[in-house]
């Protein structure tokens, strides 16, 4: 095989000397000559190209193309004359950046000989800062016949082979250790430290296992043995009763088991949540009407974390809880009608309900109702709240210490004039009327 050296073509040589990234996107090869590689800007007669590979040399790329006659359909033999280089610099278009011509080599017809040829060039890529190779999907691959069918055989193999063909073409016995091979265990579980799975039949309660039946998986960092520094074994019993165990030993230490599943800490972890271990949504309880919410809310019927509780006692309510301890929980209950009741359980004490939106909604005392009595009852909380006297129209805001000493300060219309008022009941005294103040109008 005789060609003459790659030759950078003037549209190369353009497209180099801008000085951007260089991606080489072909080698093709023909049958023909150009008489002057510097202006060619592709080959005389094309037969078929393929995408490089590019590997790097110290200053040098070497670029490399493997054809094949099977893969370009070769039917008659080729004079193969001529090769080009394919590239794009930054966006620019693709352009034949090398080419060289000679007598390289004859392609026989695909019907008389299977025939390979690998074509490497070592050039120095002058004015790109980098080259990159970039995969034309339309190029035919390059494998032949004779290796696709022996790629195909070991497919095949993989498939339906059997145990001494796949030991031929892997190592069974490693694959075996890799994931394990079932097989029975006596109760000297305590040296068992080969990974692999096993399965045991026989009372482990010894081991602080509570199963006789089911499966165990272990592994092993396999430095060593049991109780020795360095060496790590986990043994995963997995019981026929639906339960899972770890056990482990580590360096020196004993063997140390940990319940990871079952029923029942499942049921206590989704509780410690406030949720229904079967329909995983917020469990509601129901605390009875003539029962102390504080009672019930201190009571195992309340569990530790956030829950909702229905108070069946009047007003009906469903309750927010928020229980970090037994002795402790702090409660909010939305109403339908805009109220809102908070409460909480300090140290096993339960404070009584408090309705938050009496204080930020308006009152009315009842018809004909005097409204020094109205302010002295329970129907004005204890606090600053917003009242009005139904008889007079007065409407302001009443600050409460309790029923005997209250202040209310408002405003009224009375005839044609405005008048600031006030009643104030201290000691539990209370005035017959309003002090009157006209404002100007």
């Known amino acids: 095989m005789a060609l003459s050296q790659l030759q950078l073509t003037n549209a190369g040589t353009r497209e180099l000397a801008k000085g951007q990234a260089l991606t080489l996107t072909k080698i093709a090869i023909g049958e023909a000559q150009q008489s002057n590689p510097a202006t ?58 090398y080419y060289a011509k000679g007598q390289a080599f004859l392609f026989p017809a695909k019907t008389q000989q299977q025939m390979t040829v690998k074509m490497p060039f070592r050039v120095k890529i002058v004015g790109a800062p980098e080259v990159r190779v970039e995969i034309n999907n339309q190029i035919s691959g390059m494998a032949t016949v004779e290796s696709v069918n022996r790629v195909q055989d070991t497919v095949n193999k993989f498939k339906t082979g059997t145990v001494s063909e796949l030991d031929r073409l892997i190592s069974t016995e490693n694959l075996g250790a890799l994931l394990g091979k079932i097989v029975k265990t006596n109760n000297d579980v305590d040296n068992l430290s080969t990974p692999g799975i096993y399965q ?81 949504s917020v469990a509601i309880n129901t605390c009875p009407a003539g029962t102390s919410f504080g009672s019930y ?91 009005k006297d139904s008889k007079s129209g007065a409407f302001g805001t009443a600050t409460k210490v309790d029923n005997n000493n209250v202040m209310f300060s408002g405003t009224l219309r009375k005839g044609n004039k405005t008048y600031q008022v006030v009643m104030s009941i201290v000691n539990g005294v209370k005035p017959s009327a309003f002090t009157e103040w006209s404002l100007t109008d």
């Not at 670029?63 to 610099?89: H, M, P, R, S, W």
């Not at 195992?300 to 829950?307: D, E, R, Y």
């Open 40 to 97: 060619a800007t592709n080959l005389s007669r094309k037969i078929g190209e393929v995408a490089p590979t590019v590997t790097t040399d110290g200053d040098y790329q070497v670029i490399e193309g493997v054809f094949d006659n099977i893969a370009l359909n070769i039917t008659v033999e080729k004079n193969i004359q001529e090769v080009g280089i394919f590239g794009k610099v930054g966006n620019g278009p693709e352009t034949l950046i």
């Open 297 to 387: 809310l201190n009571s195992n019927l309340v569990p530790i974390g956030f829950s909702i509780v229905r108070d069946m006692n009047a007003p009906v309510k469903e309750v927010f809880v928020w229980k970090p301890s037994s002795s402790y929980a702090y409660c909010f209950a939305p109403h339908w009608n805009n109220d809102f009741y908070v409460a909480s359980l300090t140290n096993n004490v339960w404070g009584s309900w408090v309705n938050l939106s009496q204080h930020t909604k308006l009152a009315t005392s009842n018809n004909n109702q005097d409204f020094g009595d109205y302010l002295k009852s329970d129907a004005v909380p204890v606090g600053i709240s917003m009242q």
């Open 200 to 280: 045991y039949t026989t009372n482990m309660s010894s081991k602080g296992i509570s199963s006789s039946y089911g499966f165990i998986l272990v592994f092993s960092n396999g430095v060593r043995t049991p109780g020795q520094d360095g060496h790590f074994t986990w043994q995963l019993f997995v019981g026929t009763n639906g339960r899972m165990w770890v056990r482990k030993r580590i360096n020196r230490e004993a063997w140390n088991v940990t319940d990871v599943a079952n029923g029942n800490v499942l049921t206590t972890l989704l509780r410690k949540f406030g949720l229904d271990e079967w329909g995983a």
